[in-house]
């Protein structure tokens, strides 16, 4: 089945550092990559995303880029701050069968940027 | 509504009883999952509602688990004899269905069982 593995956490960065949180997966088929964010005390939110091969997902200064060839999709941001302090999903969706849109996440990688 | 809403925000039941969590999609999504996120499972898919059926229930842990959506819209996920591992956050989310469209979620029901 599919699956989504992401570099375990906590990460601890000072701020302006450069960041990347490493996801890889295993997909039947060609699969849509994302990258979701959750800050304190709030929901889950799209923060970036990749439908094919190649693409580059990008916002608020994160970057991932869809690698077919290594199965990965790792975010990365040049300068991060404080306020990008949360958790980091990154997930696939299901392409076809009975589970369209179904996402399945890694686990999850916690930030934490100090001053 | 402007955004997914679940309901109750927190939930604490004793073991063994029955509890009913809420999710109110956006409108004119057609697609809702039901998630569950637990500590040391991460996020895990339970099941997909297109319209009023579930094509895909793969994801629900026992039969102690169902869920129902009606009139495609607003769908309801029951435990039944809860037990202490059910404890989690339920997050629901919704989309339009598409291939590349965004899942929008709730903010998550917090289930404790004591």
């Known amino acids: 089945g599919n699956s989504v593995t992401q570099m375990e956490g906590p990460v601890t960065l000072s701020e302006e550092a450069f960041l990347t949180i490493n996801c890889t997966y295993t997909?039947?088929?060609?699969?849509?990559l994302f990258w979701y964010v959750q800050y304190p005390g709030e929901g889950l939110q799209l923060l970036l995303k990749?439908?094919?091969?190649?693409d580059k997902g990008s916002n608020k200064g994160f970057e991932a880029t869809y690698r077919k060839e290594t199965t990965s999709f790792h975010l990365e941001k040049g300068s991060v701050q404080v306020s990008d302090s949360a958790v980091y999903f990154c997930?696939?969706?299901?392409?076809?069968?009975?589970?369209?849109?179904?996402?399945?996440f890694g686990q999850g990688t916690i930030l934490t940027v100090h001053p | 509504g402007a955004g997914v809403s679940q309901s109750p925000s927190n939930k604490v039941t004793e073991k063994g009883k029955d509890v009913e969590l809420r999710c109110d999609p956006i409108?004119?999504?057609?697609?809702l999952y039901w998630y569950r996120q637990s500590l040391g499972q991460g996020l895990e898919f339970l099941i997909y509602?297109?319209?009023?059926?579930?094509?895909?229930k793969s994801g629900l842990p026992s039969d102690r688990f169902s869920a129902e959506r009606t009139g495609g819209s607003v769908s309801t996920l029951t435990i039944q004899r809860t037990q202490q591992e059910d404890s989690a956050v339920y997050l629901c989310?919704?989309?339009?269905?598409?291939?590349?469209?965004?899942?929008?979620f709730g903010q998550g029901t917090r289930l404790t069982v004591v």
């Open positions: 509602f297109q319209g009023n059926s579930a094509p895909d």
């Open positions: 997930a696939l969706s299901e392409v076809g069968g009975t589970s369209y849109g179904k996402l399945t």
């Open positions: 409108s004119g999504h057609t697609a």
């Open positions: 989310a919704s989309s339009f269905g598409d291939l590349n469209t965004e899942a929008f």
């Open positions: 997909a039947t088929g060609y699969p849509s």
């Open positions: 990749a439908t094919k091969a190649d």
